[in-house]
């Protein structure tokens, strides 16, 4: 395993973080153990999940799973969505037989006892999450606490206000943020510097080969910045792992599920992954493999975000962590990347911070 610097820290993190949707909705307190173990005998050390997932159940699952090395484990945890609502109808569904436009139901909420504070990047709300999700996960501190989303009703200065005395309180070590525009990013570092507050050293940007266009100014300003980017959905909700085909019925699977479905089931996608299985297999390697270190070998990118389902499933990105990608295979991808230019993304199933 191989361990890089956070940031402009000195914190070491391993270049695959382990944790993510899965734990709670898929994993239980067992096989969450499980899987913990088996990355931690893989040498991850850096273990990350979010508030929202699963009404506080991955938090949970994941505090009983690390509580014997807590110390030696880095806690990467998001905070910014509401918790509680992992039950609720999506904005495309119907509730109660009544169509919904996206947007936030407060009265729906409300009626769960959610509040409309209950969300964002506000100083109230911040203070109140990390109580909550310290308490679910068992311990006093978090490594690194990281912006869900970016928040455009709250000042950047009084997000950055509340998590600077936070990490003075010792309740959190490091800040980070997450799905946030180059421009938004810089706002940020702007105001931290200018406010002496403390200031982002992370940010978690949704990266793969599909999305090598959209996210290339995001890459590069965090790489300008000093950043350290923790990509995820490296291999684009597996359909880089060669698991899913057109034929098949796996296309709505759990693992694949709905919401990456409709972002990347196209059949030009479809023939790319033909293309780039083959690729895999002429370097013998696993697609995966070949997914994530292509992923690795882009200058910007610390560390990469799994949720593997078995032990095994750790394989393909430690390979990529111990064998990088070689020459002869950058160039092999750069060429299938040229005859296959990376179209514009869909939005189907994004998440934003209004639709929560």
Avoid at 126 to 145: F, P
Wanted: contains cysteine; neutral net charge.
């Amino acid at each position: 395993m191989e361990y890089r610097k956070l940031g402009r820290t000195g914190l070491l993190v391993s270049r695959a973080f382990f944790g993510g949707t899965g734990i709670g909705e898929f994993e239980s307190e067992q096989s969450t153990q499980k899987l913990v173990d088996a990355a931690w005998d893989r040498g991850i050390n850096t273990f990350y999940s979010a508030d929202t997932y699963h009404n506080g159940r991955a938090e949970a699952l994941l505090g009983t799973a690390i509580r014997s090395r807590r110390n030696e484990v880095n806690l990467v945890i998001k905070a910014g969505m509401r918790v509680g609502t992992a039950d609720a109808p999506s904005s495309s569904a119907e509730w109660k037989g009544t169509p919904r436009r996206v947007g936030i139901d407060n009265a729906m909420f409300m009626k769960k006892g959610i509040g409309p504070t209950s969300r964002g990047l506000t100083r109230k709300h911040l203070m109140t999450a990390v109580e909550a999700s310290l308490k679910r996960l068992g311990t006093d501190y978090i490594d690194v606490y990281v912006a869900h989303f970016y928040d455009p009703s709250t000042p950047i200065e009084e997000t950055l206000r509340a998590m600077d005395d936070l990490v003075r309180q010792g309740k959190i070590l490091y800040v980070g943020c997450s799905q946030t525009a180059a421009w938004q990013l810089y706002r940020a570092l702007w105001a931290s510097e200018v406010n002496k507050l403390v200031s982002y050293q992370s940010q978690q940007i949704h990266f793969n080969v599909f999305e090598r266009d959209s996210r290339r100014e995001q890459l590069r300003a965090a790489e300008a910045a000093g950043v350290s980017v923790l990509a995820f959905n490296s291999l684009a909700g597996e359909l880089l792992a060669g698991l899913h085909s057109r034929e098949g019925e796996t296309r709505d699977s759990m693992g694949f599920r709905r919401v990456y479905a409709d972002m990347y089931w196209t059949d030009y996608n479809l023939d790319f992954t033909d293309e780039f299985i083959k690729l895999a297999s002429s370097f013998g390697r696993s697609p995966s493999s070949l997914a994530y270190a292509w992923t690795l070998a882009q200058p910007a990118v610390t560390a990469l975000n799994v949720g593997p389902r078995s032990a095994e499933g750790f394989d393909p990105v430690i390979q990529a962590i111990d064998t990088p990608l070689s020459p002869v295979e950058a160039d092999a991808i750069s060429t299938l990347l040229d005859r296959y230019p990376a179209l514009p993304p869909t939005t189907a199933g994004r998440l934003t911070l209004e639709s929560l």
